[in-house]
Structures are given as C-alpha cells and as structure tokens.
C-alpha cells in the first residue's frame, strides 16, 4: 500500500452516483486507498483505522469536476470577439489565433498561462484540443503532464476549409503528422493520454477520415470532435457529405462515431431523434457547452433529451467560445439555459435540477475516463476541498444549501486543495 | 473649489457617449472639479494644471456602474432554490426571508453584509428593495448611507397576496407606514434618496395604488416595480385588472408609469409594441436582468426593441433572482441572452452588441440618477480604477480588447479605486 496516496479525509462529502442521485454526507469520511475511493462513511470502518485522517473542518468535499471540451489555444482570446457567429468567428479569431502555435515560444507561453490556470481551477480531468501543429501539442501534454491533472489531448486534423496558415496539405501529411505525434509521445507520460481530433467535419475531407480510422484502430485510441453546433453549419455538412443522412451519420459513415472506440462530441445541438439513438447505441458521449453556445448565438442543447435516452453527458468550458474554464459556471449556466430553452423552445422538456448538472460535472464527464467522478468505492479519489467560508451569510445554511450556493458564487479561490489519483496537486 | 474632489486621474479611459457610441482613449487624462468630470484629454489642458495628477498607469478607468434592480433583503439565499419560477420562488424563498425583517438585529447583520459587498463591487450607484418593514429599511439606508454609495431605496408596499407574516393589513395602513418612514428619513441623508415601491401589481390594491400616487405627489418621488416577468403574472395582473388594457397600463392608470416622477420597471419581457410605446411617452425606465431571467425560468427581455423605441434602459442584477450581485456580469449576461433570443425568439431582433451593453451598465442605466455613468463634461465623476494584469494573458492586447475581456474576466479584486462624485470610497 502506497502510504502517501492512503489516508482519511473527513468533511461535508457532496457526490453523485451512478442514477445521477445526489448524496450528501456532512461530517463524513472519504477514504482514500492507494488514489482509489473506498466509499464514504459515518465513521471509519476498522480495516481503514491506520489511515491517517485529515480533518479538513467545516468544508464542502466533492469529486473533482470534468472539463470535456475545451481548446487550449484559444486562451489567449477569452473574453473578446463575442460579436460573432461560429464560422465568421472561427476565420476572424479562431484561425488566425491557431496559426500562431507554429512557434513554439509562443506556445510554451501561451500554454503554460493556460495549464496554470486549469491547475488553480475545479477542474481535475479535462479532454483538449491543441491545433494541428505537433511540436506545439506535445509542448501542451509536457505541460499537462507536469500539472498534475489527468487529460486527454490531442493534435488537430484539418485538411480543408483552414485559415491561412492553418491547413494541412493533404490527407495523407495530416495523417503522416499524426503518426508522427503518436510515435513522438507514446509512453512519455503518466497522466496525459493522445485523443485523435479531427477539427469537425467541414474541416477534414473523407479521405483523412479514413486515415484517422485506421490510426485509430492502429493505436486503440478515442475522438473527439464537434457535432452540430450552428445551423449554416449543420446545412454546409449536408452539402459535403451528400450521402450522410445526418451530421452524426457522416461520422458514423467514417467508422469515427464511438462504439469499439469512444468518442466525445461536443455541443450537439441540433440534432434530430434519430441521431440520439445513435449516440446512444453507439455510447458516444456529449460535451454540453451553455457558454459557448450562447456567446456564438449556438443555441441550447437538448439536454433533457439525451438525459431521457441514456446518453452519455458531461460539460465542457469551450473555450475560448465559452469565456469561461470555469465547470462550475458551466453547472449554473446548464441550468440557466434548460430553463431558457423550456421557456422559449420546448415546454415539454423539463429543466435541468441541480442534482443532474452536479452529476454532469462531476461523474457524468468523469466517467469518459473510467470510474471517475464519485466517491463510489472503485473510482479514482479525485476530490476538491472548497472552504465556502469567505462568501458572507446571515444565517446558518444546510450542506446541501452551501453546495447548490457554491456553483453560483464560488469559484477557484475557495479551493483548500485538490486531489487527483489521491495525490494532492495544489 | 474643493481641492480632494479636483484632481485629474490618467489611464485608458473608456465611456459611452448619450448616443450609446463607446469612446477609447489610452493614456488620456480624466479631469475631476468638485467631484464633476470636466472631460476626457490628452493633455492636461491649461486650466487644469494646478490640479493633482493621479497617474494610475496601466489600468483601464471606466465609469461607475449602476445595479438599477437589486432586492436587498434577498442576500441570504442568492444561488440558492433555482429550481423554481417566479411565484412559486417568492411563495417558497422569498416571502419568509423577508418576514426576517421584522427582526432588526438580523437586519442589521444581512443588510451590513449585502452593503459591504455592493461596496466592493464595481457598482457606484443602485436603485433597492427594502422589505415592508420601515425600520429594517431605515438600517438598510443608514448603512448605504456610511458606504458612500449613491442610491435609492424603498419600503415595500404590498396588502395583498403576500406571504405567511409578509403583507400589510389595508391600504391605508401601509399609505401610514410608508409615510411615517419618509418622516424618519427626511432630510437624514446626503447620499441615499426614498423611492416608492409597491411590490408589483399582484401585491398591491388599487386602493394601495392611489394612496401612494397621493404620497408621490407630495414628496416628488419617483417609483420602482416590477413589469411583465412572467406569463402567468401577467395572466394574473388581466385578472386583477379587467379595466387595464395591458399589465403596464395597470401602472399608467394609477398615476405610477413615469410622466411627472421617473419611474424604473424591472423585467418588461413580455410586453406589447403598445406597452412599449407607452413607456417611450412616459420616460419609463427598463431595468434588464438577464441572469434573473434565466434563473427564473422567465424568458429573454426585448432589448433590442427597447433601444430602437428609444426606450430608456440600464441593467439590473436583481439579486437573488439573479444570483450574482455583479453588473460586469450582467453586461456579458445581456450579450448572451440576446444571441439566444435572435437564434430561438426572433431573428430579426440584432444581438446586442459590447458598446450597447457596456452603455447600459454605465450611462443607461446611470442616468436614471441625472447626469451619470459617462466622462462627458458635467457628468458626476464616479469612476473605476481596474487593474487587469492579473488576467493572464500571452500577447500584447488593444485597451478596447482589454475592456471587453474585462466583463466577461474581470470582477471586483481588479478595482484598485472606486470613486462616486470625485470622493475615492474604496
């Protein structure tokens, strides 16, 4: 037994389980054993009576929170340009912001700025995009790695439809590149894992969907991409790909759509019923972005329906569409825009509670990397200690008032420390 | 002259102008006598050389914010309960919250903690709810009095349709209250003004509306409610008003929509092209709340049909319907709002844009105050000093881009100072 990653920790313990039940502990214990959760107790059961105990006090601890889907190089332009939609705005800031990580010491700044902040944040597993530059995307995973978190990341694909100085030649050099990324990192890292990328349909042409195909099988590896955004979008995939009967099936058609191999698809929006079912058959996961989605007039996902089909579900920051890293915020806004689209789209379907955007966040994205995102005995101990102390109150509130409290008015400052695999990290 | 309240501060200096257009000037001085900005310069001009240069470096200085809609006594339980709609919200959380108010001591504490926060916050101006009560009202006013702000604030009017301890025993009783608490108060402060404030349509009598039309023409006030926030309010108002044409007409017909007295209506989402016109006559001003909104479950306010009206408007926080006391937030908030409402309400109605917002959460909403919210010549000089280089960012940025990161980035740990009329409170 690893000493270091076995101990006690005592507190108010927040968690979801795998109905998406929101369960609430106070002065509980989670016990840790070698990084793994051994469940939440009362008192601590005397097999774990060696451990040591670390009483955190008057504290809220809940699983670490999943950012699945966020785009490192856009960090430097969060908060700016919101004035557009989603291709003006890719060609205005998107592309040409990219096209910078062609020089690495821009990268390395770049990128270091971003991982610092994703290390301060909630935030302990997250699935990224890097830009189609290799050099610059193995800087990202060394600076990944180094943090602490656990992620997934990956190169860029995009053969078509780039900006300037942002496209790749051909098929076959963005495959020739990929291969090159995989060989160049495999076994470097412990926590930073490749993830195939093809940018989104528009910008990869059927031949590099085949390739990455065959990588994939190649090297076993997952996807992620993004799937209907933007109307003008969804109408320009139909054009492409004359034989798909559907965004989701143009990727379903390229052997890319889940199944042997997960994938994660960001947004999802205007997606009909018959492309949920084959989410579901095919356990491809969505990454719900509310921030992005209304920052680039998007729309609202149809979360309470990929909730009702059993689809897979967790949050994404989208940054820098979505201003924010923050999956907290992307909590509060899920709930925000479920009761915008109930009000303004569909009365039928139900806002989303709390309960089902806490489990979003914590073990609804988490679970793309394995049991994650609880404090279920067998899942990894990823867990944050939040002092919610310093937001002011009149009155005595209930555990589960500070927590539904806390993702509306916390944020990275409350964050006392924060364990991933039972290894603190800050 | 008052030397403490004439000086010249230096910095990237950002205002709207009346007609809403957005004025950059990097490293320009603002000028300040007797606490009324004399302009915007890039030189020092002649007659204002003997005055104090405050070079505040880098920084961007902006006019101070006004909160047009805030409910003081709802602190206790922002972020809390946002799974509900309106009425059921007020009947659940809201109506025994203020019930508390009875209670001075409580009052003391909740309003001292709300009042600290909106002191450290980027607002310099706000328009309040109190309770009921007169003397919980007159605590909340001396402590907005002691924190240097500029604000008005109410006594709540409601003999109807409260809650459990929440609801004035006639009309005439509540006319009494309201007019014995502008007796206490007359003449008491300099820097925090009475408002009437009957509670909304629903919660207040005719009779009730007539009495305090009577009080307003005796004291010269003006007037703050709530309009059209939720369908089935605005269904009940029709009920309760067979006589009035619409929910705002109910206002207009008892002598409490603007003309005379500037009145301030929070929400005004679902009004009608006529009610809009009315309020255009009337002067009537809009309080948007976009993050209320959406917590709500209300729906989206038609903003950009207010200013093509030429309907006067600024922006509110709302707390705790809105959960977040912040107007830098509302600003973003109003932007994303407003892509939603294009993409699922009404594609004809423009998304707002930065410089529109921006002029909202400043001049628009300022003005309800006189001559505020801007560094045009006369206009009182309340101004923030932010500091945002602790956003990280890796490459050189213009001000204007720097300004619009900041309210989607920045909050109230990047205000350095925070003056109102020229006096620096924090």
């Known amino acids: 037994m690893d000493r270091k990653k076995s101990f006690v920790l005592k507190g108010h313990i927040c968690y979801s389980d795998e109905k998406k039940k929101l369960h609430i502990k106070p002065n509980s214990y989670a016990v840790c054993k070698d990084g793994v959760c051994q ?10 009576a060696s451990f ?8 809220l601890v809940i699983p670490g929170l999943t950012d699945l889907h966020a785009h490192a190089p856009q960090y430097a332009f969060r908060g700016q340009g919101m004035d557009l939609e989603l291709l003006e705005w890719l060609n205005t800031h998107t592309f040409p912001e990219e096209a910078r990580y062609a020089d690495l010491e821009y990268a390395q700044r770049a990128y270091g700025m971003y991982v610092e902040e994703l290390k301060k944040s909630a935030v302990t597993r997250a699935v990224i995009f890097g830009t189609l530059h290799v050099e610059a995307t193995e800087i990202l995973m060394d600076l990944l790695e180094e943090s602490g978190l656990e992620t997934y990341a990956g190169k860029v694909n995009m053969d078509r439809n780039g900006g300037k100085n942002l496209e790749e030649a051909s098929a076959q050099s ?9 060989q160049e990192t495999e076994g470097k890292y412990r926590h930073t894992r490749p993830i195939l990328t093809p940018r989104f349909i528009p910008a990869c042409s059927d031949e590099l969907m085949a390739e990455l195909r065959t990588i994939q099988k190649e090297y076993g590896l997952p996807v992620q991409s993004h799937l209907s955004e933007n109307p003008q979008e969804v109408a320009w995939v139909k054009e492409l790909c004359p034989k ?7 990727y379903f058609q ?33 990454a719900h972005c ?102 002011p109150q009149p009155r005595k509130l209930e555990v589960s008032q500070r927590l539904e409290r806390f993702i509306y008015l916390g944020d990275e400052q409350n964050i006392v420390c924060k364990y991933v695999n039972g290894v603190c990290i800050r």
């Open 39 to 48: 469940g939440v107790f009362e008192k601590i059961p005397q097999k774990f």
């Open 52 to 59: 040591e105990v670390r009483d955190m006090g008057d504290v």
């Open 174 to 182: 963005s495959a020739a590149e990929t291969r090159r990324w995989l």
């Open 244 to 250: 798909a009967k559907s965004y989701s099936d143009a």
């Open 254 to 286: 390229a052997g890319l759509f889940g199944g042997t191999y997960p994938a994660v698809m960001a947004h999802c929006i205007w997606v009909d019923e018959e492309e949920i079912q084959l989410m579901k058959e095919q356990g491809v996961y969505v």
């Open 290 to 391: 509310p921030q992005s989605n209304a920052n680039l007039s998007s729309g609202i996902a149809p979360v309470r329906k990929f909730l009702s089909a059993g689809v897979s579900i967790g949050l994404g920051s989208d940054m820098a569409a979505g201003s924010n890293t923050s999956i907290l915020r992307a909590m509060a806004d899920a709930v925000q825009c479920s009761k915008l689209r109930w009000r303004l789209v569909d009365s039928e379907a139900k806002p989303l509670t709390f309960p089902e955007v806490f489990y979003m966040g914590t073990l609804g994205g988490g679970s793309f990397f394995g049991n994650v995102g609880s404090f279920l005995p067998g899942y990894a101990f990823d867990a944050l200690v939040l002092d919610d102390t310093s937001l």
